[in-house]
């Protein structure tokens, strides 16, 4: 039986992780691995290369843990796992590679909201790797509402999701697809999806969803 690692930067997506699989895949052996300190220290010094170390200690100790597939689920250590892929000999995918496929594929114009400035570049930047993987020409429009951000951390998550979704509608106004970076914001997509005259994606279904691919 296959043996699936994921690693979060939160310890709230565990418990989301854990569903999600469960409806999915409810045979699969999971295990996870939280280290809150990586995002913390992303936001206050951006990436470095103890970061990127860190990161691609904790993609081999899952290996040594009998891991045959390792998740990361945050967005904002992309860079830094395009290293840990060199250091270990399992499959490493980012919670994002799903999303940003899809959304390539659905237009050339994509609207992207992040709440985290260290989310900005890793999250753009994958689209655009996916884009050239594809050989497809894109244009990225980025919307960074720290204040969203702000606002979750206190547990204020109405004011959150009165951000995000107001800058969705705004992103909708000019793009072909919105894309929600962070999967903190995963659960306005629904709503969004069904009021927003343009598709809206986030990642933690589609990636559980991918994870057939490898399974």
């Given at each position: 039986?296959?043996?699936?690692a994921?690693?979060?930067t939160?310890?709230f ?8 699989i469960?409806?999915?895949y409810?045979?699969?052996?999971t ?12 936001l206050?010094?951006g990436?470095?290369?103890g970061?990127?170390?860190?990161i691609?200690?904790l ?21 830094a ?7 270990v ?5 980012k919670?994002?590679d799903?999303?940003?496929e899809k959304?390539?594929g659905?237009g050339c114009?994509i609207?992207?909201?992040c709440?985290t400035?260290?989310?900005v ?7 655009r790797e ?5 050989d ?7 919307r ?11 547990g204020?998550?109405?004011?959150h999701?009165?951000?995000v979704?107001?800058t ?35 990642s933690?279904?589609l ?6 691919n490898?399974?």
């Open positions: 039986m296959k043996r699936l994921f690693l979060h939160g310890s997506l565990v418990d989301l992780f854990k569903r999600l469960g409806e999915r409810p045979d699969l052996s295990f996870h691995m939280v280290d809150e300190s990586l995002i913390q220290d992303l206050a010094n990436e470095s290369p970061i990127v170390r860190r691609a200690t993609a081999t100790l899952a290996e040594s843990s009998g891991a045959d597939l390792l998740v990361f689920t945050c967005s904002s250590t992309s860079p796992v395009n290293v840990a892929r060199q250091m000999s399992i499959p490493i995918i919670i994002d799903a999303m940003a959304a390539i659905l114009r609207g992207v909201v709440t400035s260290s989310t570049g890793p999250s753009t930047g994958l689209i996916h884009a050239q993987r594809l497809r020409t894109i244009e990225i429009e980025h960074l509402q720290g204040a969203a951000f702000d606002a979750i951390v206190k204020d998550r109405k004011t999701d009165a951000i979704a107001k969705a509608e705004e992103l909708a106004a000019s793009c072909d697809v919105v894309i929600l970076a962070q999967a903190s914001m995963a659960h306005l997509q629904p709503d969004l999806e069904k009021r927003l005259a343009v598709p809206v994606l986030a933690p279904h990636c559980v969803e991918s994870l057939a490898y399974l």
